[in-house]
């Protein structure tokens, strides 16, 4: 069997995130899995124990400052080095930002196609995305060279399967044109030990009806009895309530947790975009009228300074 | 400084959209067809750069003749010109291709700094900024919630999930803006008027080098096989808050197991 290349998605806090196991598992139906690591030195080792137990039979390291150093650029290239010399059934990497920035590169450099954002692989390399505010389904497949698909972190279940994984380090040849962009700092911004907002099986968010940021506190709390991550709507995002790293919607994150709270959301449109394929949506608002209520599962119509702190005693009471 | 915008019109996302019955490509003709929202807050920040430092804004969009709307009003927020790449050839095109293209005519503009959004709101792909600098050899800040220009140092923060980056590059470049970076301008009464005269340069396929074939269907990497409308959530059950409401929503979430 041809090898399939996942391009590891890693972060210094959480070490291999959940998008990856789930690229692996997706992987082990298209054919002999290889992880590709992108880092500082020492990036893949540290890695290699959690990519073996999903199935990693080998790993690929390309490692130091000439990667770690640079935005993108040298990624893709190692990368289309790699996909001229093994010839792989199909190229995953995540749907995140830096996974389609690489992804985009490398199609160009190959003169190749790629797909985005799906969230079901077939063996046959067809995809399948959900497109327009969750609104539509489509199936889609690469029709020139081989499929470079990007996939949308809580899209399958990651399963393990144990594989002792050889690492072989890639000599990494990089031009100037891959140097162009210095990445010259990286700051980490809190957000506590909550999970990844995209892979989070469990997203608490907070609508214009939180009221200002001291208030966000009360969707944190909830957020943490329940151990999920934090999310906001535009409209509390572009009050500065909350950063925009954690926006849900149209102009920011797609989520798809097992359960959803939106807390003093209203439910337009454009975030409903962003968290439409949850499976499970909980709504409190005091407006009974209120859009998000036509796609809640269940819905509470009342004040959530009073209805979350309820929750929040009725938690931990049921948690002792 | 030459900084070019590109921008891209799209189905207005706050409307029902749809993939067209025929060949499933986005649906145009019926939609409502608006500025990809993202665009403007690059507009706002190429605008604001000719302020501080000088220079000229051109709008890049590539699109049916329709496009023309959105073109005109992208320059009533105040840029100098436009150019506007279209041709029949183009229905159907990937994102692969529509770099090609959009490369092709950024190769007739000499153009100091690119400015795009981070994405479009119909395809969400995000991949253009680095496809275009991958077939230009110029520089990619992406992602930027903050840019600052020094000459031709460009220093971007780059939002991430962790943070974000700092990121440092010499023009030329091409940068791409989320919609925290700025507040974008509305169009004076003044600016509007001035739209309508301002040049708008049509470009063809040919005028650009590029064969019809390596563009729209014919030239596709990827094809859509078929699409279907996703059912419809229904809603569960409304409680009305009688000061139980939280202890209700608990029960229902331990009901589901989430408790």
Known sequence: MAEVLVVVEASQAAGVKK?????????????????????????????????????????????????????????????????????????????????????????????????????????????????????????????KGVPIVTIRPNSVTPSPQPASPQVEQLTVTVGDTDKLTKVVERVAEQKGSRPELTEASIVVSGGRGVGNADNFKLVEGLADLLGGAVGASR???????????????????????????ALGISGAIQHRAGMQTSKTIVAVNKDAEAPIFELADFGVVGDLFKVVPQADEEIKKRQS | MNIVVLVKQVPDSGAERALSATDNTVERGSANNVINEMDEYAIEEALKIKEAHGGEVTILTMGPDRATESIRKALSMGPDKAVHVTDEALHGSCAVATSKVLAAALGTLNADLVICGAESTDGRVQVMPHMLAERLGVAALTGARKLTVDGSTLTAERQTDEGYEVVTASTPAVVSVWDTINEPRYPSFKGIMAAKKKPVQTLSLSDLGVAADEVGFAGATSEV???????????????????DGGAKLVEFLASEKFV
Do not use: C, W
């Open chain 1, 19 to 143: 998008v990856t196991l789930e690229m692996l598992t997706i992987a082990r139906s298209l054919g002999d899995v290889s992880a590709v690591v992108f880092g500082g030195d020492g990036a893949a080792s540290a890695l290699a124990g959690k990519l073996g137990e999903y199935g990693g039979a080998k790993i690929y390291a390309a490692e130091g400052e000439d990667i770690d150093g640079y935005l993108v650029a040298p990624k893709a290239t190692v990368l289309a080095d790699l996909v001229k010399r093994v010839q792989p059934a199909a190229v995953l990497l995540g749907s995140t930002q830096e996974g389609k920035e690489i992804a985009g590169r490398l199609a160009v450099k190959l003169d190749n196609g790629l797909l985005t954002d799906a969230v079901e692989l077939a063996a046959d390399g067809t995809a399948t995305q959900v497109v327009f505010a969750g609104s539509t389904i489509v199936k889609s497949k690469v029709t």
């Open chain 1, 235 to 261: 409209a509390a995002v572009d009050s500065g309530y909350y950063p925009h790293q954690f926006q849900v919607g149209q102009t920011g994150k797609t989520v798809s947790p097992q359960l959803y709270v």
């Open chain 2, 225 to 243: 096989v078929s699409s279907s409308k996703r059912p419809p959530r229904s809603a569960g059950t409304k409680v009305i808050d009688e000061g």
